[in-house]
């Protein structure tokens, strides 16, 4: 068997760090070798640093639990015992820029859950399915940091994938207006029930920043690369709201649409039936057999029954019917943590090691 690529966790005794440790465990490709975290976590085992915080209902793996965590902020030391790193830390936007650069200023490959280099020009933000070209920018990127293997990559919110995804496998109708509402699970905040007692029984309006992201994100997904960066797309006009709502883990949304060339039902389920992307056709292992599931059923996709849907990588769809105003509307639903988090960006990482652009250094 060929060996294994060494898998560094920055950010590794948080929420999300604690996903890519637990989705790694038996990684075909991927194996966590080194694992950092701020100074106060600097020092300790892994177990030592996370006790009384592992937030998985899975237990921990028993080959991190001995792995000394490292501070995040000593680049060299880390970045000497690996081949990539999984990024997902809490800091300030301009920090985590800085540390993200630093590591790929350090010849390696940063795969980020986090927010800060989404519109970095020449940095690709990347669903493996829909839109693999963008890593092309890669090239320019590394130039820019003076680097020939490392670079930034980095996934989109969590929330699109809930809607993304459908819209791309239409987008040769010429989506031209959208309408979008996501019930996003407290999990997306990093939260428990435990830690947020507040949330039982209870619906809140506003997630900071969400909106925003959820309508100006998939503009960038849907764009091009011009001249060694990413030039966002003009349409379709998107508006959201995103709404917290009281489950674990599993983002929904309920869209509307218009399109430019408006398409028969039978089309819309044909389109999301036969869509397939390269994490299919390299058949990766962490990729999903059939991108988009629909549910004839009435009362599906539900967040509790659906959101497992392979491995948590699956994209749910159900509840297509012509509307009154716009052309269509319909439902979506996906995993906020597995695909719209650690599953996403391992996904991305498995994409970019089949192409060449992540190799054993
Ligand atoms: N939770 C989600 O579902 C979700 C979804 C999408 C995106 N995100 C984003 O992912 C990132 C991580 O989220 P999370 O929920 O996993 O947060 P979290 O549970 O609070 O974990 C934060 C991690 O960052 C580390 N950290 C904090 N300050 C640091 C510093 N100065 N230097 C180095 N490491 C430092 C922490 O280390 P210590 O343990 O040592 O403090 C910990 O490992 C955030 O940017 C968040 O916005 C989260």
Redesign the pocket.
Known sequence: MTQKLRAGIV???????QRFIALLENHPWFQVTAIA??A??AGKTYEE?VKGRWKLSTPMPDNVKNIPVQD??HVEEVASGVDLIFC????KKNEIQALEEAYAKAGVPVIS???AHRWTPDVPMVVPEINPEHLEVIAAQRKRLGTETGFIAVKPN?SIQSYVPMLTALRGFQPTQVVASTYQAI????KTFTDWPDMLDNVIPYIGGEEEKSEQEPLRIWGTVEDGAIVKASGPQITTQCIRVPVTDGHLATVFVSFENKPSKEEILESWKNYKGRPQELELPSAPKQFITYFEEDNRPQTNLDRDLENGMGISAGRLREDSLYDFKFVGLSH??LR??AGGAVLIAELLKAKGYITAR
């Open positions: 950010g590794g005794t948080g929420m999300v760090g975290a701020s106060n976590s640093s995040a902020s997902a830390v809490d800091m859950n986090n927010s969590c999990s997306g905040a990093g906020n943590t719209g988090a």
